[in-house]
């Protein structure tokens, strides 16, 4: 009831996953930072998370995770399954009781598998989508890809749900966790859009500044900022900063142009 992709991309793992199903990002995903991801679907099986990312994490290969996985599963005909390692390629099992149509495709580091689709173009969409797109941030490719399938056909029921998880060691919020991306869309008339502008909001609040496009505050830079931070009744720029959950992207001497961006509109 699903399509999704698994995927690597440097020390990263994640899964992005869209279905006509309530809270699909509750079943299907799973991942830990320098160890793996997988996506179980269709009859989704609960245990092949934390069996699969075990197996995962002692250094059996993804493929041999989905056959460990599946040969000690009675109910592996109705499983759908997909498989990312830190090395070699990706790993896809389509189960032969799957509702049509039902299958995926797998190469280095990624594994793409839908079940209930509109056809095998979903599938194709996403795997070039994922392959002619190496230039984007590892988060964007996964809903990029994710959003081909959707505009291929998708879920041949229609759309409800759709959510992103990627594991990073120490990328998490304030470098105190591995989870990078933790974005859900539970119910929802176009989630696979609705994914894409939460992504971009996340962007916003806990990305890191271009060290590049830095703006020096001195001289008449620093005098506006100062008048826009008084505009919104706050003493200093980390202050206001935290109030707008913005603090991640502070440096000290210095003003990203989207914070400032940010700072002059809240003064208006």
């Known amino acids: 009831m699903t399509f999704s992709v698994v995927a690597r991309s440097g020390s990263a793992v994640g899964v992005a996953v869209a279905s006509k199903f309530l809270a ?10 320098e160890v793996g991801a997988l996506a179980t679907q269709a009859m989704a099986n609960f245990a092949y998370r934390p069996q699969g990312l075990t197996l995962l994490r002692t250094g059996v290969a993804p493929a041999d995770v989905v056959a460990g996985l599946t040969a000690a599963d009675p109910g592996r005909a109705d499983r759908q399954l997909g498989v990312v390692g830190c090395s070699g390629d990706g790993a896809t099992y389509t189960g032969v009781d799957c509702l049509d149509w039902a299958g995926g495709v797998a190469g280095p580091g990624y594994a793409i598998q839908g079940n209930i689709l509109t056809g095998p173009e979903v599938v194709e969409a996403m795997q070039d989508t994922w392959l002619g797109g190496a230039e984007l941030p590892f988060a964007e490719r996964l809903v990029a890809t994710l959003a081909a ?4 056909g ?10 992103l998880y990627v594991a990073d060691r120490g990328a ?4 105190l966790s591995d ?28 990305g890191t500044p271009d060290p590049a496009t830095l703006l020096e505050l001195t001289g008449a830079l620093a005098t506006e900022v100062t008048s826009l931070l008084t505009a919104t009744g706050h003493p ?26 940010h700072l002059r509109t809240k003064a208006r």
């Open 24 to 33: 699909a990002g509750a079943v299907v995903p799973a991942a830990e930072a």
């Open 149 to 152: 399938g959707d505009a291929a």
């Open 154 to 163: 998708g879920d041949s029921r229609g759309r409800q749900s759709a959510a």
């Open 172 to 175: 998490g919020y304030g470098g």
């Open 179 to 206: 989870v990078s991306y933790d974005l859900r869309v539970d119910d929802h008339p176009d989630p696979v859009t609705e994914l894409a502008r939460l992504l971009a909001g996340h962007e916003i609040l806990f």
């Open 236 to 261: 200093t720029l980390d202050r206001w900063a935290g109030v707008e959950n913005l603090e991640g992207r502070l440096v000290p001497g210095y003003i990203d142009p989207l914070v400032l961006a």
